[in-house]
Nanobody, 120 residues
Framework: QVQLVESGGGLVQAGGSLTLSCAVS????????MNWHRQAPGKQREFVAA???????NYAHSVKGRFTISRHGAGNTVYLKMNSLKPEDTAVYYC??????????????WGQGTQVTVSS
């Protein structure tokens, strides 16, 4: 059974850094793309960053220049390095992945979420 396992959340002061990780647990055929989203209390879930299998990245305007999404080689773990954190970055961060689970089919997966709290 394929799952996304997130880690790395926590409490940090404004201006600090955190790195989130999202690992694919289980057997997949290949990796298509992986994204990070976040949801703050009382707000809708929003896109944060994405990386595709060819290494292309995309960021929300609010985090561009502060956050970096990366993948080490051909591995199935993606990282979100968050620098210069602001209180408004406080949210539950969710990993989302488009994975090819067989040669001919892909599925969409979500992680359980990890809390990031930035104190002022």
């Amino acid at each position: 059974q394929v799952q996304l396992v997130e880690s790395g959340g926590g409490l940090v002061q404004a201006g600090g850094s955190l790195t989130l990780s999202c690992a694919v647990s289980g057997t997949i055929f290949s990796f298509n793309a992986m994204n990070w989203h976040r949801q703050a209390p009382g707000k809708q879930r929003e896109f944060v960053a994405a990386i595709t299998s060819d290494g292309s990245t995309n960021y929300a305007h609010s985090v561009k220049g502060r956050f970096t999404i990366s993948r080490h080689g051909a591995g199935n773990t993606v990282y979100l390095k968050m620098n210069s954190l602001k209180p408004e970055d406080t949210a539950v961060y969710y990993c989302n992945a488009d994975l090819r689970v067989t040669f001919s089919s892909s599925s969409d997966f979500w992680g359980q979420g990890t809390q990031v709290t930035v104190s002022s």
